[in-house]
């Protein structure tokens, strides 16, 4: 848990990809929330390469309870951002918030997720979440699959709360599976503008 240098104007639950278990995989852009006034909940759920998606999905929940035990009666808003497994699994944690007994966000960033990690959540999103998701268009590791089934287990909520995006290649930028990893200008408009503005909306 990455606490801001001022006051806490909000929680962002950060759900990493398989290989980047450490804050520092996305160092720059942690830094950036955290200058914004966001309290950084990093789970590291993945111990070792042979976990299996089960296992790595039950460590990410006790990383989220515990964080948010140790945060206590903190009364700001909560926004779930996650990439690859982690993208998958803001849906889980979403879905399932009132069971884990911790906040549920109020709007989630899925980028370029994989499959569902077992069955599809069971639980349903509040009415109110706003939900983007996002498929690079030179992903070959995940594709548009995950993001699809997503989608459509998306169907019954809300039109006007939900947005699948295709994040296109352009000179100088490749949409690939790890471009979310990046820190320059493009990366910073394709990927933390997004976040940003889904946090500016929620205070």
């Known amino acids: 848990m990455l606490r801001p240098h001022g006051p806490a104007k909000s929680v962002v639950v950060f759900a990493h990809g398989w290989s980047t278990p450490f804050p ?35 460590e990410f929940r006790a990383g989220v309870e515990s964080a948010f035990r140790l945060l206590g009666h903190l009364h700001v808003p909560v926004v779930a951002v996650g990439k690859s497994f982690g993208g998958s699994a803001v849906f889980y944690y979403a879905a399932a918030a009132r069971s884990w007994g911790v906040p549920a966000p109020t709007a989630i960033l899925s980028i370029f997720p994989a499959g569902p990690i077992g069955a599809l959540p069971t639980g349903r999103l509040g009415a109110n979440t706003f939900v983007e998701l996002f498929v690079g268009d030179a992903d070959t590791t995940a594709g548009s699959g995950g993001a699809d089934t ?14 699948y995006a295709i994040i296109h290649s352009r000179p100088g930028f490749v949409a690939n599976h790890d471009s979310a990893q990046r820190s320059d200008a493009i990366a910073q408009t394709v990927f933390w503008k997004p976040l940003d503005l889904l946090l500016a909306r929620a205070r």
């Open 24 to 58: 520092s995989g996305f160092g720059p852009w942690v830094a950036h929330l955290r200058a914004g006034g966001s309290i950084v909940i990093y789970p590291r759920y993945r111990v070792s390469a042979l976990d299996s998606t089960s296992a790595a999905l039950a």
């Open 150 to 163: 997503f989608w459509r287990w998306l169907s019954g909520h809300r039109t006007d709360r939900k947005r």
